[in-house]
């Protein structure tokens, strides 16, 4: 009976181990399974903050590009017709490109997703 006993002991303890083993292999699973979504939502914030820097620098050169249009515009308006140097289709061109609007309501989008213009 006490060879039994043994027996059982040393199955227990064998099935105790297996259990270990079970449980440390589940945990390293559960393990990388948080570092790999930490690293998904890491990768993700790079990209949203790459785009976001993307954006905002296009916003920064194409602003700039109206503010050269405008003012380009401006001198043609305000100068004597010798300084000129665009033809009258071209300034209605500019005049197109500055009022129509396209370009300030995408930017404004923008800046309303991004809460950048508080209300």
Known sequence: MTESNN???QLDKIGQ????IQDSKSDRFS???SENLFNDSKRGEQYRKHIYW????????????IVCLILIW???IM???CWRW?????IHTIERIIF????????SGYFKKFNIIQK
């Open 7 to 9: 027996e059982l002991n």
């Open 17 to 20: 181990s297996e259990n270990l």
């Open 31 to 33: 393990q990388l399974e």
């Open 54 to 65: 993307i954006v905002s620098k296009g916003l920064y050169v194409g602003g700039f590009i």
């Open 74 to 76: 401006a001198f043609h």
């Open 79 to 81: 100068s004597p017709l």
């Open 86 to 90: 665009l033809d009258p289709s071209e």
């Open 100 to 107: 129509s609007g396209v370009i300030l309501s995408l930017a």
